[in-house]
């Protein structure tokens, strides 16, 4: 895919104001055999919201610091990596920014049983990665926040999708 430099503007207009929001392709980022991480960002008037296709992150909002006088300065307000490859590169152990699953939380052991129907005694163990010590967190460690989910983008957002089998 490489690197794109598709944008679009859309002006909201209100009796008070006019407001530009534009949304942008940024460079993509390119990984062996897994493909590519897309990025975009997202503006409105003085707010910045930069997405990544890895773990469908938001990884960064730009907010304006309005205590500051001149020049003004920007506060990130979101806890990342400094750039999606650093996130991959260092597997997103920490779960910032992104998107968590399977499972948004902590199952202990890592495992579960799981009765096959009401009407059967059967039961059957799951085995999962232990990632969190003996538990299993957030999907383990090839989850939801390590796969690089399919990006669309049109003038009005960015669409992150992810099939999951």
Known sequence: VG?????????????????TTTISELPSIDIPSQ??????????????VKLSSLGAS?????????????PRSFDDVVLS??????????????F????VGRVANR????????QQDESSEEKTTYN???NDGVNHLHGGYDGFSHKIWEADMDQNH?????TSA
């Open 3 to 19: 690197s794109a430099s598709a944008w679009s503007t859309t002006t909201l207009t209100t009796m008070k104001a006019s407001y």
């Open 35 to 48: 493909g590519s991480i897309r990025q975009f960002q997202l503006s409105h008037n003085d707010v910045t």
């Open 58 to 70: 938001i990884t960064s909002i730009l907010l304006p610091d309005y205590s500051e006088s001149a």
């Open 81 to 94: 990596y400094k750039s999606p490859k650093e996130q991959h590169q260092h597997k997103n152990t920490h």
């Open 96 to 99: 910032f920014s992104a998107i």
């Open 107 to 114: 199952i202990k052991d890592g495992k579960f049983l799981l």
């Open 128 to 130: 999962l990665d232990r």
């Open 158 to 162: 960015v669409k992150f999708t992810l």
